[in-house]
Nanobody
Framework: QVQLVESGGGLVQVGDSLRLSCAAS????????MGWFRQAPGKERDFVAA????????YYADSVKGRFTISRDNALNTVYLQMNSLKPEDTAVYYC???????????????WGQGTQVTVSS
């Protein structure tokens, strides 16, 4: 019912910035929140940030708080993740996901994009 496509990943150096985008299509009215997750090789898929469809409520993982900003443009059905002051530990595949309720748990999300690679070199 909902399709998500991430873009904006790439290879950057420590301290650089990237902006990831997640374009949603389909029956987006069925979702109430969007989240970003990331997964490094050999590690679990970790929560990064989430935002309600209204944009009024945001939630960040401690590891990215103060460096990353989640936002959305409802007219474009797009959610963004602005990543500043990137560190090597930010290297991962980043996924966006849609859910009915704002949550930090991956298992609660109903729809997922295919991911976009972010690599931060030292």
């Amino acid at each position: 019912q909902v399709q998500l496509v991430e873009s904006g990943g790439g290879l950057v150096q420590v301290g650089d910035s990237l902006r990831l985008s997640c374009a949603a299509s389909g029956r987006t009215a069925s979702t109430a929140a969007m989240g970003w997750f990331r997964q490094a090789p050999g590690k679990e898929r970790d929560f990064v940030a989430a935002i309600t469809n209204s944009g009024l409520n945001k939630y960040y993982a401690d590891s990215v708080k103060g460096r990353f900003t989640i936002s959305r443009d409802n007219a474009l059905n797009t959610v963004y993740l602005q990543m500043n002051s990137l560190k090597p530990e930010d290297t991962a595949v980043y996924y966006c996901a849609a859910d009915r309720i704002l949550t930090r748990y991956a298992r609660d999300y109903d729809y997922w994009g295919q991911g976009t690679q972010v690599t931060v070199s030292s």
